[in-house]
C-alpha cells in the first residue's frame, strides 16, 4: 500500500492520468533539438507542482503523449496549463532568442485530452511506449 498510494498530510490517494496535448495549429515542431530539450523541461516542472511523470512520449509528428501522477490537491487542468505554459515560455528562450517572452501562447493549442489511469496503468504505459516504436528520440 505505501508504494501504490501517495501520502498527504490526511489523505492517500492513487490519481494517475493519461494527457495528450498538441502544439498551435498541429505544427510538426516536436522534432531534433526541441524534443530533446522538453523531457528534461516537463520532469522539473512536474516536479515543481509535486507530480510525477510515469511515462513520455513527444511524437515527431503532432502530439505529446504522458502518464502523469498528480496529487488530489492540484486540479488536472491547472497542472497541464502550468506544464504548457511555463514549457512554451522556455522553448520561446532557448529556441527563438527571447530572454523576456512571458506570453506563453505561440507553441501549444489550448486544449488536451485527459483520462484517468485506473489499474491498467501497464496497458497505458505500453501505449506510450509503443507509439512510434522505432523512435527513441522522443521518450523522456
Same mark, same amino acid.
Given at each position: 500500500?505505501?508504494e501504490l498510494?501517495?501520502?498527504?498530510?490526511?489523505?492517500?490517494?492513487?490519481c !494517475? $492520468?493519461?494527457?495528450?496535448? @498538441?502544439?498551435? *495549429?498541429?505544427r510538426?515542431?516536436?522534432?531534433g533539438? %526541441?524534443r530533446?530539450?522538453? &523531457?528534461?523541461?516537463?520532469?522539473?516542472?512536474?516536479?515543481?507542482?509535486?507530480?510525477r511523470?510515469?511515462?513520455?512520449?513527444?511524437m515527431?509528428?503532432?502530439?505529446?503523449?504522458?502518464?502523469?501522477?498528480i496529487?488530489? !490537491? $492540484?486540479?488536472?487542468?491547472? @497542472?497541464?496549463? *502550468?506544464?504548457?505554459?511555463?514549457?512554451a515560455?522556455? %522553448?520561446a528562450?532557448?529556441? &527563438?532568442?527571447r530572454?523576456?517572452?512571458f506570453?506563453?501562447?505561440?507553441?501549444?493549442?489550448?486544449g488536451?485530452?485527459?483520462?484517468?489511469?485506473?489499474?491498467?496503468l501497464?496497458a497505458?504505459?505500453?501505449?506510450?511506449?509503443?507509439?512510434?516504436s522505432?523512435?527513441?528520440?522522443?521518450?523522456?
Amino acid at each position: 500500500m505505501t508504494e501504490l498510494y501517495q501520502s498527504l498530510s490526511h489523505s492517500k490517494s492513487d490519481c !494517475k $492520468y493519461h494527457i495528450v496535448f @498538441v502544439p498551435k *495549429y498541429r505544427r510538426k515542431v516536436l522534432f531534433g533539438e %526541441i524534443r530533446k530539450f522538453l &523531457g528534461p523541461i516537463f520532469h522539473e516542472l512536474a516536479r515543481q507542482k509535486e507530480c510525477r511523470i510515469l511515462e513520455g512520449h513527444l511524437m515527431p509528428d503532432h502530439h505529446v503523449h504522458m502518464c502523469i501522477e498528480i496529487p488530489p !490537491k $492540484y486540479a488536472v487542468s491547472s @497542472v497541464i496549463g *502550468y506544464l504548457k505554459g511555463k514549457s512554451a515560455i522556455a %522553448i520561446a528562450r532557448q529556441f &527563438g532568442g527571447r530572454q523576456r517572452n512571458f506570453q506563453g501562447e505561440n507553441f501549444w493549442a489550448r486544449g488536451y485530452a485527459v483520462s484517468t489511469v485506473g489499474f491498467e496503468l501497464e496497458a497505458v504505459r505500453r501505449y506510450i511506449r509503443e507509439q512510434e516504436s522505432a523512435d527513441k528520440n522522443g521518450q523522456f
